[in-house]
């Protein structure tokens, strides 16, 4: 790991202060609890009474059931009545018996008007009636019954029809009458008053069934009361128990159990309520903590830690102090999980983590944003040198190898800087700022940087690309261009290389500024496979056309998945139908070397179904060459920073196509530009080049028109080593 040096050295004196006791600095929990403290302002759930509902309930049944029992009660009566009513009239006839059949023996007129009058005077007689046996009335007496409402007429007909007359036959007290015993004499009528019968046994019947009603709603109230008491009274307060249970500790004060019903019901429900609120306590510390915990690394993740950088700033702000923000990048992090899977990547990340974790200081603070970025806060600083200072720390700390599965990995990391107040007064542009001085230094090498205003103004026209670019397969902006590989010998066309251009708002833009950027977000695996479905459709054109022209493709290392990659160049070579042979694919020396294990394999494949694979950029890995002999490349290509110094300084060069010649593998110089150049390649062995010499990247017509029209032929060869045409 690097130490950078060409850091700014920014002055912490006259810089904007941040404002505090402004809510909206105040961390996002503490806004929460104040909120959590106002008053509910939310209605009473409760529409009815439980009590009113049970007492109306209550006294519904006992009433029904009163009336039932009133109702039987009734008729039991009337049944009692009838039969004393009955037994009434032949009482008053036996009774009366003797007296009247004196008196009708007798004829003695004044004796049976003193019987009949004794019988009418009795209270229930309305008629008396002394009858001849011809039924002639002897003696009659009769009273006009109390007028009475027609109910008390209708009951006392209905009930006491049958059983308010008596008829009673008279025999001659005087005369024995021989053998057949005393002859009839007359008849004894007595008739009771019905009317009064009746109106009596309706004023009973309705005393009855009042007192029944009355006691039903006596009981029914007396239940309802006990219903108040010992259920819906003991529910209400249970309730208010529930709401006073402050929802952001649920179990912090437990509700208590109504007073006597401890092991009831009511007791239940409100333990079972607790144990609910306890287990929603519970639910709610997990959620907070997923929230603001990273699930792999238990540091605090974006959240936390951004709020964690919102109190920091607070404090920094009301002490006028310094806080730095790190954003940590790990380097080539992506190629631990190609080659070693992502189970291998987590332990990595948690390994990370912890070390970091381990050589941090009171003051500071770590946490994990996402994927392989980890932000570090620290506070208290006089100055920028003791950011610098905690960020020659961390790579001193991650400098020593990893375990992981059995391998041993080395780390290194890209660190930006951005400082309170210094660089900004909040949360987001500090953290941004950080981002953009992490990038900076990733560009550099790796190592720590310091933001400034020019990584700014670089981050924009950066992002402004980033999303340009997003777009441009959709509106079709790329275009391929080809540049011809010339023969040394002959100045023959020995094939191409198709180079990706970007028309973008009229103007093109260069592959070095898009396409870093295009790796760094994966928008080059979509690239890449346009890049290679065109190259393949031309060389399919070309073909037919009767022109076979070899084509290397660049190949970016992101797209070289095992497997998968390998399919989809089998499935652009089916769908075009090309021939294998004409296709070659360009790889860095950079990318293989540091996959070299996953790439052999792969392109063993591509090498089994005929096409090339040529190492581009040879000779900046600065590495062992042996690794050469270990994978089956068609072609080497010197990179254009050692032809360009030729012929002056060769010696790679050289060592270059000695080691070709001995592995039997073509070379090709890129980047040629002069005849000295030329003659130089020439005279050690150099078979082809490419190069402004001979001629630029061109279009697809251009080209065709240029190098494989029959015009080409009235053109002399020497031409290819002048300007193009």
């Known amino acids: 790991m690097r130490d950078s040096k060409a850091y700014p050295r920014p002055s912490l004196e006259n810089t904007p202060r941040r404002r505090s006791n402004s809510p909206s600095d105040l961390p996002a929990s503490t806004r929460e609890s104040s909120d959590s403290r106002a008053p509910d302002q939310s209605p009473p759930l409760t529409r009815r009474s439980l009590s009113v509902q049970q007492a109306i309930r209550a006294i519904g049944v006992a009433f029904t059931v009163g009336l039932i029992i009133g109702l039987f009660d009734a008729y039991t009566q009337v049944e009692q009545q009838r039969k004393t009513f009955a037994q009434t009239v032949q009482n008053i006839v036996s009774l009366s018996r003797v007296g009247a059949s004196d008196a009708i023996s007798k004829l003695d007129v004044k004796l049976a008007e003193q019987v009949s009058d004794e019988i009418i005077a009795l209270e229930p007689v309305v008629l008396v009636e002394i009858l001849f046996p011809n039924g002639d009335v002897y003696v009659a007496r009769s009273k006009s019954p109390p007028e009475a409402g027609s109910l008390a007429n209708r009951l006392g007909e209905s009930v006491f029809s049958a059983s308010a007359s008596g008829r009673v036959t008279l025999f001659d007290t005087w005369n024995s009458g021989g053998s057949d015993g005393p002859a009839a004499v007359g008849e004894l009528h007595i008739e009771l008053d019905r009317v009064m019968a009746g109106s009596q046994l309706l004023t009973m019947l309705f005393i009855r069934i009042a007192e029944g009603v009355l006691q039903a709603v006596v009981i029914g109230l007396i239940l309802a009361l006990l219903f108040h008491r010992f259920l819906s009274r003991p529910l209400r307060e249970l309730g208010q128990e529930i709401d006073r249970i402050d929802l952001n500790a649920p179990d912090a004060d437990p509700i208590a159990v109504p007073a006597g019903h401890e092991e009831d019901e009511i007791g239940t429900l409100a333990n079972r309520i607790n144990r609910m609120m306890s287990k929603i306590s519970e639910g709610q510390r997990a959620l907070r903590r997923l929230s603001t915990r990273d699930d792999l690394t238990n540091l605090p993740n974006r959240l936390l830690i951004h709020e964690m950088l919102e109190q920091a700033l607070a404090r920094a702000d009301a002490h006028n102090g310094v806080v730095a923000v790190l954003f940590l990048d790990l380097d080539r992090f992506k190629q631990v999980n190609d080659t070693l899977g992502y189970d291998s990547g987590d332990q990595l990340l948690r390994a990370v983590g912890k070390r970091i974790q381990s050589c941090l200081r009171g003051d500071e603070t770590l946490g994990r944003l996402s994927g392989d970025e980890f932000l570090i806060i620290v506070e208290n600083l006089d100055g920028f040198e003791q950011a610098a200072s905690v960020s020659r720390r961390l790579e001193r700390t991650l400098a020593s ?182 296709l070659e694919l360009e790889i860095t020396e950079t990318a293989v070397i540091q996959r070299l294990e996953e790439f052999r394999d792969i392109i063993a494949e591509l090498r089994l179904m005929g096409i090339g694979i040529a ?102 060869a020497s031409r290819s080593f002048g300007e193009a045409p």
């Not at 073909?543 to 390998?566: C, H, K, L, T, W």
């Not at 190492?615 to 270990?630: E, M």
């Not at 005279?683 to 080209?703: D, I, K, P, S, Y």
């Open 401 to 582: 190898s990893f375990r992981i599965d059995g391998h041993s990995l080395h780390v290194t990391a890209s660190i930006g800087i951005s400082l309170f107040p210094t660089d900004s007064i909040t949360p987001k542009e500090l953290l941004n700022q950080a981002d953009v001085a992490m990038y900076n230094a990733k560009a550099q090498g790796g190592g720590f940087q310091f933001f400034s205003n020019e990584m700014s103004e670089r981050a924009q026209v950066r992002l402004k690309i980033e999303t340009s670019l997003r777009l441009a397969l959709e509106r079709q902006e790329f275009e391929l261009f080809y540049q011809p590989k010339i023969s040394l010998d002959t100045g023959d066309l020995k094939g191409c290389e198709a180079l990706i251009r970007w028309r973008h708002e009229g103007e093109f833009i260069s592959p070095d500024r898009f396409i870093p950027i295009a790796e760094q977000t994966a928008l080059i695996l979509p690239i890449g496979e346009w890049v290679l479905s065109e190259a393949c459709r031309v060389i399919a054109k070309w073909d037919r056309e009767g022109y076979s022209v070899p084509m290397s493709v660049n190949v970016s290392a992101r797209q070289i998945v095992p497997g998968s990659f390998v399919q989809y160049v089998r499935a652009c070579i089916d769908a075009h139908g090309i021939r294998p042979e004409l």
């Open 615 to 716: 190492i581009d950029d040879f000779g900046t890995g600065y590495s062992s060459l042996a690794y050469v002999r270990d994978i089956d490349a068609t072609t080497l290509k010197i990179d254009r920073h050692f032809i360009k110094d030729l012929p002056e300084d060769g010696t790679l060069v050289s060592v270059i196509l000695n080691l070709a010649r001995e592995l039997r593998i073509d070379v090709v110089a890129e980047g040629v530009e002069n005849q000295e150049q030329v003659d130089w390649l020439k005279r050690h062995g150099c078979a082809m080049a490419q190069g402004h010499l001979f001629n630029r990247a061109v279009t697809e017509h251009q080209f065709q028109r240029q190098y494989l029209s029959s015009a080409q032929e009235d053109v002399p």
